[in-house]
């Protein structure tokens, strides 16, 4: 089956429909990781970025609290408001050490949805399994904003497979589906097909939302060991790593080049469109957005995935 900017599929087991990727923007208003501003990229790339996004037939932006400390949902916010468009967002919630109590959820999503300017969200996701509340308090804090109508569905982040069946089952118990669980997955970083998570995602109808599926930008063939990803990435990715995985981005060249000259991106994107997720590659300009949204309407063959999948084994970053 052949997948088009604008088929939409069903997130997990609720009636919103999305497009099979969508944008991530942790980016957006990032300094620290990404260069964000003067010198780097700027307010306008990103609308740009949204413009493109949308004219692609992409139509779902993922977003987070912690983004550029509320840079990101508020960027994202004014692009919707200034647009007009029908778009669906996710975002998340971070259990932070200090919120210790289930009314920190409500509370915190409130300022999300003020930054967003929106009366409700279509995802809210636990950013990670932090201690010490438990996967059920936070599921019954979920359920809650879903009954006053200030989220359409709820989702996880990082979760494994055993906290993702306990968020799973916590939810049930209140009549509301897990719609994802949004965790790394890459061609250099496969833990979820060995960990159980895209299994359970499969079993239990969750989507596997994929982040970081370009591996922070390696994916796409521009980092060399002579041209190392700059500031915190040239720490995580060393030029012995980015040496090794050279000839896995031949390969996906030259596969690109057989596909009526996909980039490695685009390769890299499908093929965890392959593997049943939805990757939700960042963009910090149009030429991104655009370019990423190329991985639809089309899809490898499984002797192509199978060849990737090989090339990848031994490469996990
Ligand atoms: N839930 C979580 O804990 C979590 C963690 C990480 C990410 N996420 C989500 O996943 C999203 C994506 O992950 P990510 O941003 O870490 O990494 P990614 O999608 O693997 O890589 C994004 C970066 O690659 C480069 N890039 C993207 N498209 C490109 C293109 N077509 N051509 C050339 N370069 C391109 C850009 O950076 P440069 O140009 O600087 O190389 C871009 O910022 C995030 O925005 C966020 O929404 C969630």
């Not at 999503?109 to 009366?119: I, K, M, N, Q, Y």
Request: charged fraction near 20%; glycine fraction near 10%.
């Amino acid at each position: 089956m052949h997948t088009s900017p604008n088929d939409r599929v069903k997130l997990g087991a609720t009636d919103i429909e999305i497009s099979p990727l969508g944008i991530g923007t942790w980016a957006w208003g990032d300094k620290i990781m990404w260069g964000y501003g003067a010198g780097g990229f700027t307010d306008a790339d990103l609308r740009q970025a949204f413009d493109a996004t949308l004219a692609a037939g992409v139509n779902w932006f993922d977003t987070a609290e912690i983004y550029g400390f509320g840079r990101s949902e508020t960027l994202v916010g004014r692009f919707v408001a200034e647009s007009g468009a029908d778009v669906k967002i996710a975002t998340k919630f971070m259990p932070l050490p200090w919120r210790l109590r289930p009314d920190a959820l409500l509370k915190a999503l409130r300022a999300s949805l003020d930054r967003l300017g929106l009366p409700t969200v279509d995802l809210y996701q636990t950013h990670f399994p932090f201690p010490p509340l438990s996967v059920e308090t936070w599921m019954g804090a979920m359920a809650d904003a879903v009954d006053a109508g200030l989220i359409r569905a709820v989702g996880v982040s990082n979760y494994s497979m055993e906290q993702m069946g306990r968020a799973f089952n916590a939810l049930d118990a209140r009549g509301i589906p897990l719609a994802s669980n949004q965790v790394h997955y890459s061609l250099l970083h496969r833990a979820p097909e060995r960990d159980g998570v895209l299994q359970l995602c499969r079993d239990l109808d969750i989507t596997l939302i994929a982040y970081s599926p370009l591996e922070m930008g390696l994916l796409t063939g521009k980092y060399t060991p002579e041209n190392p990803p700059p500031g915190g990435r040239k720490l995580r990715y060393r030029q012995e790593y980015l040496e090794r995985i050279q000839p896995l981005l031949a390969l996906m060249r030259e596969i690109g080049a057989g596909r009526g000259s996909k980039s490695a991106a685009q390769i890299a994107l499908n093929w965890t469109i392959c593997k049943g997720t939805v990757p939700i590659p960042g963009a910090k300009n149009a030429r991104h957005a655009a370019s990423n949204a190329g991985a639809l309407g089309w899809r490898l063959t499984d002797d192509e995935v199978a060849a990737l999948d090989a090339a990848s084994a031994q490469l996990e970053a």
